[in-house]
């Protein structure tokens, strides 16, 4: 079993900044890829950004520039740095990752989401 806890969501105005963290337990041999996902009321799921073990990033569109990822591999934590945010990034967000574990095999998994709201 292997749990994703979220935190450090809320309200703020826009221009502000916010940081998201997400910390893995559980059965965890190694993480590949952690990331965040966030999905808008009436909308799709979107990937904002993933981190690879090796530290490789990838980021949507909207985000570049604004947003970092990074990661501690040893404590199984991800973040997300969140700068210059628009209303239009207000959604829940969730973390994510791609699990090796101890008992063999790999799952994916997510994190209940935490809040993001960004007032205009």
């Known amino acids: 079993q292997v749990q994703l806890v979220e935190s450090g969501g809320g309200l703020v105005q826009a221009g502000g900044s916010l940081r998201l963290s997400c910390a893995a337990s559980?059965?965890?041999?190694?993480?590949?890829?952690m990331g965040w996902h966030r999905q808008a009321p009436g909308k799709q799921r979107e990937l904002v950004a993933l981190i690879t073990s090796g530290g490789n990033t990838n980021y949507a569109d909207s985000v570049k520039g604004r947003f970092t990822i990074s990661r501690a591999n040893a404590r199984n934590t991800v973040s997300l740095q969140m700068n210059s945010l628009k209303p239009e990034d207000t959604a829940v967000y969730y973390c994510?990752?791609?699990?090796?574990?101890?008992?063999?095999?790999?799952?994916?998994?997510w994190g209940q989401g935490t809040q993001v709201t960004v007032s205009s």
């Open positions: 559980g059965s965890i041999s190694s993480i590949n890829a």
């Open positions: 994510d990752a791609d699990v090796m574990l101890t008992r063999g095999g790999h799952m994916h998994y």
